[in-house]
C-alpha cells in the first residue's frame, strides 16, 4: 500500500468519528479491495491448519494427519 | 549518491509526493538547489519553496532547464510527470540533449516515472526504485494521521495496535 493509499484509508475511518479496535479490520479489508483488481494476483486464505505445516515439524504433523488420503 | 552527480536519475515510483517529501529534506540538509516541474505548476525551487517557471508543459521545463544549467554549475531538475520518453522520439531526444548539457556542467536530471526509459537515455545514468513504506515507515505515518486527533475523537487504539495497523499496509 502506498503513503497516499494508507493515509486515505485512515481518514475514512476517523471521518466515522472515532477510531475503534474493529477498525483495524478496515485496513485488511481495504488492502484486499485494492489488490483484487490486479490481474495475475490470486487471494489465498490462510487458516491455522495451513500455517502449521511450515518447518520440518509441522510438515511431518500435516503428513501424519493426511497420511490415511494420501495412501487411500 | 546525490553528492556523486549522476547526471541522469530516473526514479521509479507511484509516489510523487514522497519522493518529493524526501528531496525536500535532502536540500534541507545539504542546501544543494533542487528544482522540481510539475505539469500544474511549473518549475519550484525547493530551496526558496517559489516557482521560478511558469512554462507547465514538459519540453517548457527541458528548456528551462537546459538554460539555467548552461548558467550555473551543480544544478538539479527534477521531472515528476515525463511524458513520450519510452523510445527514440524528438522529446526523448529533447532530454537526453538535456542530461548531456548536465554533463558538463556537474547538472543532474532526475525524473519521477513508473514508465520504461529510452535505453539510450536511461545508459547515461542510473534507475532507482522507491518501495513502499515499510512497517516503521507506515507507523509514523498512521500516528501522523491519528494524534493531531486525540481529544477531538475517541481513539482506542494502544501502541499494540499502532503496530499492527502499520503491519497491515506494509
Known amino acids: 500500500?502506498?503513503?497516499?493509499?494508507?493515509?486515505?484509508?485512515?481518514?475514512?475511518?476517523?471521518?466515522?468519528?472515532?477510531?475503534?479496535?474493529?477498525?483495524?479490520?478496515?485496513?485488511?479489508?481495504?488492502?484486499?479491495?485494492?489488490?483484487?483488481?490486479?490481474?495475475?494476483?490470486?487471494k489465498v486464505k490462510v487458516d491455522k491448519i495451513t500455517l502449521n505445516v511450515t518447518g520440518l515439524e509441522g510438515l511431518r504433523t500435516w503428513l501424519d494427519r493426511q497420511k490415511i488420503f494420501i495412501n487411500s | 549518491m546525490f553528492k556523486a552527480r549522476i547526471p541522469?536519475?530516473?526514479?521509479?515510483?507511484?509516489?510523487?509526493q514522497r519522493v518529493i517529501e524526501v528531496l525536500e529534506e535532502?536540500?534541507?540538509?545539504?542546501?544543494?538547489?533542487?528544482?522540481?516541474?510539475?505539469?500544474?505548476?511549473?518549475?519550484?525551487?525547493?530551496?526558496?519553496?517559489?516557482?521560478?517557471?511558469?512554462?507547465?508543459?514538459?519540453?517548457?521545463?527541458?528548456?528551462f532547464a537546459i538554460q539555467n544549467i548552461s548558467q550555473r554549475n551543480n544544478n538539479t531538475f527534477v521531472f515528476t510527470e515525463p511524458s513520450d520518453i519510452e523510445d527514440d522520439n524528438i522529446v526523448s531526444r529533447h532530454l537526453y540533449d538535456c542530461v548531456i548539457q548536465s554533463i558538463e556542467r556537474g547538472g543532474c536530471i532526475w525524473i519521477i516515472s513508473t514508465k520504461g526509459i529510452w535505453p539510450q537515455l536511461q545508459r547515461l545514468g542510473m534507475t532507482l526504485t522507491l518501495n513502499p513504506p515499510n512497517e516503521e515507515e507506515m507507523l509514523s505515518v498512521i500516528k501522523e494521521c491519528v494524534l493531531p486527533y486525540k481529544g477531538q475523537i475517541e481513539i482506542d487504539w494502544d501502541e499494540n495496535d499502532f503496530l499492527l495497523a502499520a503491519t497491515i499496509p506494509s
Open chain 1, 1 to 42: 500500500m502506498t503513503k497516499i493509499e494508507a493515509e486515505n484509508v485512515i481518514a475514512t475511518l476517523m471521518a466515522r468519528g472515532s477510531l475503534r479496535k474493529e477498525d483495524i479490520q478496515e485496513l485488511t479489508n481495504t488492502k484486499d479491495k485494492l489488490f483484487s483488481d490486479i490481474s495475475g494476483l490470486e
Open chain 2, 8 to 16: 541522469f536519475v530516473s526514479i521509479k515510483s507511484m509516489e510523487r
Open chain 2, 26 to 63: 535532502l536540500v534541507h540538509e545539504t542546501g544543494l538547489p533542487i528544482y522540481v516541474h510539475s505539469l500544474s505548476h511549473g518549475v519550484k525551487d525547493l530551496r526558496s519553496n517559489k516557482y521560478v517557471n511558469e512554462d507547465r508543459s514538459f519540453p517548457g521545463g527541458i528548456d
